[in-house]
Structures are given as C-alpha cells and as structure tokens.
C-alpha cells in the first residue's frame, strides 16, 4: 500500500472512531517505513487542525463538506492539511493522488471537484492563514493551534492568559515517542541496537530507565520489544507511577481502570514480587490487550487483571494502596492523540467529571485505614481535575492530602489540590495527579 491510500485508510478508521495510532498500528506491517511516515504525517496533519481544514474547504466550496460522500470529504481533508503542512511534498502528485483515489471510489463524479478545491487551496490557503494568524479574534486563535473554540475559552477560563496560550501551542507540538526499560540490565545493550537499526536513544532527566527518542517508530519493529525489554511510555506517565510508588509501604495494591495494562505494567516490573498487584478494568477488549502487555514483558503470572465496572468490583484482599487513572478527556495528550479533540464537547466532560468523582469516592471507601490513593487524569481541564476531587471530598471521606515528588520545574501546583505535569516536551504529556492518605 502507498502512503496517501493508507493516510485516506486510517482516515476512515479515525471517522468510524479508531485513535489514529491504533489506525496506524493496524496497517503497520503492510507498508515500507517511507509511506508509513508519509501516511502518518498526513493522517495527524489532517487531525490536528480539523477545524481549520473545514473552515478553509467552505471558503472554496459552494456546498457543505457534509453534503459530499464521507470519502470525498476525507480526501478533501487530507489533501487540504498536507498541501498546507507537507511543504516538502509536490503538490501535484497529492491532488493527483487523491483525485485518482476519489474517481476510483463509490463517488466518482466528485473527482473533478476534489480537484478544482484542493488547486484553489494550494493558491489560496496561505493569504487566509496568513490573515488569520495576525486576527485577534478567539475563534481564529483556536482554529490556527487546531482547538476546539469551547476548549480554548475552558483553557482561558482555568490557566492564566500566558498559561491558556502555551496550552494551545503546545497542543500542536510534534511528540515524540519515550521508553520505559523493562529490563534495566539490558539498557545499554538496548540502547546499542537502537543505535544500529538507525533510532537515536538517550536517557529521560526525569525517570529512571526512561529512554527518549527523536522519532516515532512502529513499536513492534524496535528492537528487544518481542523480548519485553521495552514499552513505549510517556515520561509523564511514568513519572505518575513513580510518585505513587513513593508513597507505597507495601501491598496490596489496586489499579482500579487499567486499560491495556500500561501503569499494571509498569507497577508489576518494578515492584518487589511479595506486592500483590490487582487490576479492574470495564472493557473486555483493555483487559484482552492488557494481559497479552503482560505476557510479552514477562510479568503474567504475577498480574491479576479482573474485567469489570470499578464501581461495583470488590478487591480480592483490602488495598494498602489504590492507583485510580480515571477515564477522561484525554486533553493533555492532544498533541499526540489529536483526533480526541474532535469527539469532546462540554456536556461530555461534565458526565466524566461526575463519573471520576464517584470513582475516587469508591477508592476512598476501598483503601484501609492509613493506606494511599493517587488520583490521576491525562486532562488539563480544572473540571476533571481539582473540581472532581474536591466533590469527591465532599463525600466525607476522612482523608488528608500528601506532597506529591515529581522532578524540578515538569509541574505545578493544583488549585487547590495536587499538582499538574505541564506537556512542555516532545516526550511528556499533560497529567493532573493528587495523593491523599486515609486517616487510621
Ligand atoms: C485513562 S484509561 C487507563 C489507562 C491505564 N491506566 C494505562 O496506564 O494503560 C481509563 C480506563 O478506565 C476505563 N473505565 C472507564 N469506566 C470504568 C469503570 N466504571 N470501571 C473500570 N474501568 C473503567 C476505560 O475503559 C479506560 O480504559
């Protein structure tokens, strides 16, 4: 498969709801490195600044985007986000390439459209862009760092003005891809072969056994990823795990949403062997993927992954600790899952913050007397953060918050509770965490 009919693949797989990594995970080993990359590079163009790319295409449309077949308007999209982003690339060959795609579809008569829209983009997008850049106007500001116009006035709402715009810009940064090192005493060796397949490594300031990359290469193609010496990890992500494991005096320990298993992980490889560690997660298809995680870093006959609503659930022996990673907006990793943004709206983020709040009360309840509960989410909205612990402590749970270690200048302080992991690199994203201590 070439790279602009997989970009326009993955497009489809985004639109029916797939995260566009998982999109590109699943047409992975189809494809030479060169056209993944270029697939790549369109597919999270075309995310990022979605709202950007419509709003150019009604200046050169005479009908709605919606109007047109969800192919059309795909490959409208794409080719919209790679003439103005991928400079490098002819723009010839992308509008050739997606006409010809278009005129082989189910709507073929679009092609002679795709064609005059996407010539006109090419001429005329940069004097747009240019005028909108120098608009002082929040829609337009938005629109340009590709954020949802309610999400920018919650971003002003919540940060000072300085912060609320190195939100935005950061939102927009290239990420790149982080290791956590399973196997410390291969580090080295691993970081060799890195090196000799062509992937610069080098050590995280942040973490222990965290490696950086200046790049983002498919997992399974990473040396020592069959073996389980690695798993791709943000650093903010590990540093979470870190700051929860500071605080650990023993098991059991409970990871109450664990996902496919990453934080388990994490915890299972880095725990001493006599720390109990059980998993909860709702979706069937998390713990499927979690406990493959497991067998593949070598940890299965240790982990204990129970699928299941955390709410209900009740823990195999009282936890000592409680790590609660909560469902979310996400909205601290949009620089890396851009096409999330997209699917958000206010209501939504109101019914997660009531769910996150109801699932750090339940931890309260679960965890013994003098034992933890960090609370994190991958949001930067103050709704899911300081706002969902503070109903959550209007429960009347009897508990008492603690200082929260992470390395110099990656945070700052909550408001009032915990603290938030700031996205300001290429390898860490935007993390909330808060810890807090039953009282005996
Ligand atoms: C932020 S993700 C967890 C990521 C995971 N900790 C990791 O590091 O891989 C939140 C998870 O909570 C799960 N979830 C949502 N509602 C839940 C519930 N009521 N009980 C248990 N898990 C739930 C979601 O399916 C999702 O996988």
């Known amino acids: ?21 998982e999109a590109l995970r699943k047409i992975g080993g189809a494809i030479e490195t060169p056209d993944r990359v270029l697939a790549s590079s369109l597919l999270y163009a075309a995310s990022r600044r979605e709202s950007l790319w419509k709003h150019l295409l009604g200046l050169f449309l005479r009908k709605p985007l919606h109007a047109l077949s969800a192919e059309t308007a795909d490959a409208l999209l794409v080719g919209t986000a790679g003439l103005v982003e991928l400079r490098h690339f002819s723009p010839n060959a992308l509008v050739s390439a997606l006409v010809g795609h278009v005129k082989t579809g189910k709507s073929p008569h679009e092609a002679g459209l795709v064609n005059a829209v996407l010539r006109r983009v090419n001429e005329e997008a940069p004097q747009v862009l240019d005028r909108m850049g120098r608009s002082p106007d929040a829609r337009d500001q938005c629109m340009i760092r590709g954020i949802p116009s309610w999400a920018g006035r919650r971003w002003t709402e919540d940060w000072s003005k300085e ?11 290239t990420p790149y891809m982080s290791l956590r090192v399973n196997r410390p005493e291969y580090e080295s060796s691993l970081r060799q072969a890195l090196g000799q397949a062509g992937i610069r490594a080098w050590p995280s300031p942040f973490v222990m056994n ?10 399974p193609s990473l040396p020592g990823y069959a073996e389980g010496w690695l798993t791709p990890q943000t650093e903010s992500a590990m540093m979470v795990v870190e700051a929860f494991m500071a605080l650990l005096e023993g098991g059991p320990v409970l990871e109450m949403c664990s996902g496919r298993g990453v934080k388990s992980g994490q915890l299972l490889s880095r725990l001493p062997g006599e720390v109990p560690v059980e998993s909860w997660e709702l ?58 943004k997209w699917r958000l709206s206010p209501e939504r983020l109101t019914q997660m913050a009531e769910l996150q ?15 933890v509960v960090v609370y994190c989410t991958c949001s930067l909205f103050r709704e899911e953060n300081e706002q969902a612990v503070g109903a959550a402590l ?43 201590m039953k009282r005996s």
């Open 1 to 21: 498969m070439r790279g602009i009919e997989a970009a326009l693949e993955c497009r489809r797989e985004v639109r029916k709801g797939a995260f566009a990594a």
């Open 163 to 173: 912060e609320a715009r190195s939100l935005m810009k950061l939102s927009s940064m």
């Open 210 to 219: 965290g490696l950086r990359l200046a790049s983002n290469p498919f997992p």
């Open 283 to 340: 979706s069937p298809g998390r713990v499927a993927s979690a406990r493959s995680e497991m067998n593949r870093i070598g940890v299965a006959q240790r982990a204990c992954f129970r699928t299941g609503d955390a709410l209900k659930l009740e823990p195999g022996q009282p936890p000592r600790a409680i790590l609660l990673d909560a469902p979310c907006s996400g909205s601290g990793t949009w620089k890396r899952h851009p096409e999330s």
């Open 357 to 371: 709040s109801a699932l750090l009360e339940r931890a309260f309840r679960l965890v013994q007397p003098g034992g």
């Open 394 to 436: 209007r429960g009347g749970s009897d508990v008492v918050e603690l200082p929260l270690d992470f390395p110099d200048r990656t945070s700052v302080r909550g408001k009032p509770y915990g603290r938030v992991l700031w996205p300001g690199l290429p390898w860490t994203d935007g993390f909330y965490t808060a810890a807090f």
